[in-house]
T-cell receptor, first 110, second 114 residues
């Protein structure tokens, strides 16, 4: 599975959009992009995933570039409860391995 | 919503003890997984299972075994606990083996081996 690169930390003002980038330049055509987050002392929480089209759900939006080499997770109106470590993962369809890196620590500031 | 329940949030065991970590999911998922999470190392896959009585080794199976006698339950066994197995253990499940369904995690068991 392709590896991902994320900035180690980011800050965002409460109420503003949080845009979390992820590079996956070696992604192959059958690999999906998944986003999870982990709040301290809890298990990772699934947020969203996609293959090549942009996706939106009640939690976030996922924007994947046309060449699929990078993506951005958007939390439209960040709250203090969105403070967490966010993981970007690529995984081949049907693959049994989700490789979690060290993620981005997002701090939402009041 | 999918619910993955791990039987204990915190466990303290002694070196050499046999330790059982239990995990139950309530959504009839085919796949179940055990990870451990350590600072600076991210999540590492220990074992996973596609179906009842089926198991596959992950990246770090040494010192562990698993059991899946029922579809909803996946147990991780430390045959003889050692201090280097002190970690956060996370169980997860996913719907199907061949699709793109995401993993759903439990809240973890923090195991300390003294």
């Amino acid at each position: 599975d392709a590896k991902t690169t994320q900035p180690p930390s980011m800050d965002c003002a409460e109420g503003r959009a949080a845009n979390l980038p992820c590079n996956h330049s070696t992604i192959s055509g059958n690999e999906y992009v998944y986003w999870y987050r982990q709040i301290h002392s809890q298990g990772p929480q699934y947020i969203i995933h996609g293959l090549k089209n942009n996706e939106t759900n009640e939690m976030a939006s996922l924007i994947i570039t046309e060449d699929r080499k990078s993506s951005t997770l958007i939390l439209p109106h960040a709250t203090l409860r969105d403070t967490a470590v966010y993981y970007c993962i690529v995984r081949v369809k049907g693959g049994n391995q989700f490789y979690f890196g060290t993620g981005t620590s997002l701090t939402v500031i009041p | 919503d999918v619910k993955v329940t791990q039987s204990s949030r915190y466990l303290v065991k002694r070196t050499g003890e046999k330790v059982f970590l239990e995990c139950v999911q309530d959504m009839d998922h085919e796949n179940m997984f055990w990870y451990r999470q350590d600072p600076g190392l991210g999540l590492r896959l220990i074992y996973f299972s596609y179906d009842v009585k089926m198991k596959e080794k992950g990246d770090i199976p040494e010192g562990y075994s698993v059991s899946r006698e029922k579809k909803e339950r996946f147990s991780l066994i430390l045959e003889s606990a050692s201090t280097n197995q002190t970690s956060m253990y996370l169980c997860a499940s996913s719907l199907e083996a061949l699709g793109d369904s995401p993993l759903h995690f439990g809240n973890g068991t923090r195991l300390t081996v003294t």
